[in-house]
């Protein structure tokens, strides 16, 4: 059986430190770890001696390639720890581990997501907000808020969708009435 800890992290390295604290089991017994580049530039440094990356890139074909060829090859892997941002269950990670390998065990350790963290900032309630993802996607989600005229929206953004081509893509349509907050 393959088994997965996903641990959610942020970009302040304090945190990611008080965080991996937490679960510093899973990281002294694992010898896989997983995640994306800039991840790996924020756990290396607890991450123990020896230990296997496996980058997280596109095509994700690879990777989960990958994952098999270790569960199958290596001796003695129990599970592949991955690092992800904020909450993997959210538009994260997680949710993409239980699509493409549903029969695979998970453990999800998160942390606030960006959305959460912003309203947060803000002081802003969040449990009316409608959440968009435009990593990798169209922009179907936003388009439909739009013409729903949702209140408030919370927008995952990509290098593709930035708040610059959002806001701009909403004043193209019309649709001047909504502030941002980045």
Not at 16 to 31: G, Q
Not at 128 to 137: A, F, H, K, N, Q
Not at 169 to 175: D, I, K, M, V, W
Request: proline share 4%; charged share 25%.
């Amino acid at each position: 059986m393959m088994k997965f800890t996903v641990i959610g992290i942020d970009d302040n390295p304090a945190s990611v430190k008080r965080n991996l604290e937490f679960v510093h089991k899973e990281l002294r017994n694992a010898r896989v770890f997983s995640g994306g580049k800039r991840h790996h530039t924020l756990v290396k440094d607890f991450l123990p001696d020896g230990y296997t990356w496996i980058d997280i890139i596109v095509p994700l074909e690879n990777v989960f390639e990958e994952y098999g060829r270790v569960f199958r090859e290596e001796e003695g892997v129990g599970e592949i720890v991955v690092f992800a941002s904020g909450d993997p269950l959210f538009f994260g990670f997680a949710t993409t581990l239980q699509r493409k390998l549903p029969q695979a065990e998970l453990k999800v350790y998160p942390v606030f997501n960006s959305l959460q963290s912003l309203a947060h900032r803000l002081a802003m309630q969040y449990d009316d907000m409608e959440t968009i993802s435009l990593t990798g996607r169209p922009w179907h989600g936003f388009d439909k808020a739009l013409i729903e005229r949702k209140g408030k929206m919370g927008i995952l953004t990509d290098k593709v969708h930035t708040p610059a081509t959002i806001a701009q893509r909403a004043l193209e349509y019309g649709f001047c009435n909504y502030r941002m907050y980045v």
